[in-house]
C-alpha cells in the first residue's frame, strides 16, 4: 500500500523537520505534520505526496506526546512565526540542540556534543517586527504576519512574542488612518498607501515607528505623531517614513525620511553603544545575543590582531575590542559600514577599522599589510559561508583559532567539515535558542588549529 493523496492515516511522531513539522511513516515514507509534537499519535489527512516524503494535515491528536502543551496563541498554526507553541519549552530546547549535533555528524561528520545549550524567556523578546498591513472594516486597517509560503494575512493580535509597546504603536496607527483616510497597499493592484509598519525597540523600552508606504507623503503626519505620543508617551523615540513604491517583497527601500525624533534609536549591546536606523541590522533578542556574545568572547581568548567577518554593524567586534590590539571588520555592505565606523567612534574605540570588502578582497589587503589575525570571528547569514571563503580562510589567513556564530545548523555542518579537512578541530560548541517558538536556533562553535 502506498500514501496517495486525500488519504487519511495514523502515525507515530518520531521526530521534527528542520522548519519545525513532526515526523512519523506511513508504508515506509516519511509523513511531514506540522503542529504535530515528537510522541504524538496523530490522525493526519495527506495533503501533498512526493517521490521521497508526503506533506499531512494534522486532524486528530489520538494520544499525546508527554510534551505537548495546548497552545496559547489563536494565530498558532496559521500565521508564519510560531512553530513550537503546541510544545513544552524545555522540550523545544532538547530538540533544538539535537539537530545541531545531528547536523553536525550526518552532513560535518562531526563527532561533537555540545558544551550547553541556552534559553532565555521564551515570549516577549523580540525588539523588531515588520507587520504587513491589509484594509480593514470602517476605514481600519488590519495588522498581522503573513500564513507560511503565501503574502495571506493573518491577523495576530497580542503577538506573544512582541513587546506590549508595539500593540499601542499599532492601535495608534489605526487609529490615524480612520481619521485621515490613510489607506492600506494592495499587492495585485499596486494601489494604496502603507504597505508595511516597522517597530523597534530598545532594551530601555524606546520605540521606533517607521511606515513604508507606497508614496513619498503621508496625510496629516502631525495627527499620527500626536496619536503616537498619547499611545507610548516618552517611550516614543523617534518616527520615520521609509518609501518604497517598487514592486517588490522587499519591506524596506533605502529612503528613509525622518517625522519626529532624529530618525535613530540608540541602544547598548554586550556594552557597545550602538545607533540604528530602519535600515541598521540588529539582533532581535537582546537578552540572548548578550549572552551569545559573552560566549564567543570568551572563546576567542584575547591576542593582537581580530578580523570579524560579515562583521554588520561591528557589534560582535567592537564587543571583543578590549581583548585585542586590533579589531579588523570585514562587510560588503556599504550602509552597514558606515555604521560599523559610526560604532566605533561612539565607543572610543580607536584600534577598530573596518573595511567595505569582501573576505578575499580583506585577505589580499591583510596580507599585503604583513597582518595575520590570531582569531577569526565569522557571522554570516542562514547560506553560510561563500564558496571557498572557508578554504581561503584555513589556508591563506591560518588564524589560531575561528569562532562561528551560525544561524543555521546545516550549512555550519557543511562549513566545519571544510575547516576540519584544512586542519581545524572542533574545541567547543554551544547552542542558544535566540528565536523560541520557531525553528531558528543559533550556534557558536570554536575550532582551533591543529600543530
Known amino acids: 500500500m502506498s500514501v496517495k493523496k486525500n488519504d487519511d492515516v495514523t502515525l507515530t511522531v518520531t521526530g521534527v523537520t528542520a522548519e519545525g513539522a513532526g515526523v512519523g511513516r506511513v508504508d515506509g515514507m516519511a509523513v511531514f505534520v506540522p503542529a504535530a509534537a515528537p510522541g504524538d499519535v496523530v490522525a493526519a489527512h495527506i495533503i501533498k505526496v512526493t517521490a ?3 506533506v499531512g494535515k494534522l486532524t486528530r491528536v489520538l494520544t499525546p506526546s508527554p510534551d505537548r502543551v495546548a497552545p496559547d496563541c489563536p494565530a498558532f498554526g496559521k500565521c508564519g512565526g510560531c512553530v513550537w507553541r503546541h510544545l513544552d519549552f524545555a522540550a523545544e530546547g532538547r530538540l533544538k540542540a539535537a539537530r545541531i549535533e545531528d547536523c553536525l555528524r ?5 563527532d561533537v556534543t555540545l558544551s550547553g545549550f541556552e534559553q532565555g524567556a521564551p515570549d516577549g523578546y523580540r525588539n523588531k517586527a515588520q507587520y504587513p498591513v491589509a484594509a480593514g472594516e470602517d476605514g481600519g486597517l488590519r495588522f498581522g504576519f503573513y500564513a507560511p509560503r503565501s503574502h495571506r494575512l493573518v491577523e495576530a493580535p497580542d503577538c506573544r512574542l512582541q513587546p506590549p509597546a508595539f500593540e499601542r504603536a499599532l492601535a495608534a496607527v489605526d487609529g490615524y488612518a480612520r481619521e485621515t483616510g490613510l489607506t492600506a497597499y494592495d499587492e495585485a ?11 523597534r525597540q530598545s532594551s530601555a523600552g524606546r520605540v521606533m515607528v517607521c511606515l513604508v508606504c507606497n508614496g513619498a507623503a503621508l496625510p496629516a503626519p502631525e495627527r499620527l505623531i500626536a496619536r503616537l505620543r498619547e499611545a507610548l508617551g516618552d517611550a516614543l523615540a523617534t518616527v520615520v517614513l521609509n518609501v518604497n513604491t517598487a514592486d517588490t517583497n522587499v519591506v524596506l527601500s533605502g529612503d528613509c525620511r525622518t517625522l519626529w525624533g532624529d530618525g535613530r534609536l540608540t541602544d547598548t549591546l554586550a556594552g557597545v553603544r550602538v545607533s540604528l536606523s530602519p535600515l541598521s541590522f540588529y539582533q532581535v533578542n537582546h537578552e540572548m545575543a548578550e549572552r551569545l556574545y559573552a560566549c564567543a568572547a570568551a572563546l576567542a581568548g584575547r ?3 581580530l578580523l570579524d567577518l560579515y562583521c554588520g554593524a561591528g557589534t560582535i567586534g ?8 586590533r ?3 570585514v562587510e ?6 558606515e555604521d560599523a565606523r559610526a560604532n566605533a567612534a561612539r565607543n572610543g574605540i580607536g584600534s577598530a577599522r573596518f ?6 578582497q580583506a585577505a589580499a589587503r591583510l596580507e599585503q599589510e604583513g597582518l595575520r589575525p590570531d582569531v577569526v570571528v565569522v557571522d554570516p547569514p542562514r547560506k553560510g559561508l561563500g564558496e571557498g571563503l572557508p578554504a581561503l580562510i584555513a589556508e591563506r589567513m591560518r588564524p589560531e583559532r575561528i569562532v562561528y556564530v551560525s544561524c543555521d545548523p546545516a550549512t555550519l555542518a557543511r562549513d566545519l567539515a571544510v575547516f576540519a579537512s584544512r586542519g581545524y578541530t572542533v574545541s567547543e560548541a554551544r547552542g542558544f535558542n535566540l528565536f523560541p517558538r520557531t525553528a531558528h536556533v543559533e550556534t557558536v562553535v570554536l575550532m582551533s588549529r591543529e600543530g
Open 189 to 199: 493592484t499596486r494601489q494604496g498607501l502603507l504597505r508595511h509598519v516597522y517597530l
Open 355 to 360: 573595511l567595505c570588502a569582501d573576505a578575499a
Open 52 to 54: 521521497s516524503y508526503a
Open 303 to 305: 591576542g593582537e590582531t
Open 332 to 337: 560588503i555592505v556599504p550602509a552597514a559600514v
Open 106 to 110: 550526518r552532513i560535518g561528520g562531526l
Open 327 to 329: 579589531v579588523v571588520g
Open 318 to 325: 567592537l564587543s571583543m575590542a578590549d581583548r585585542f590590539t
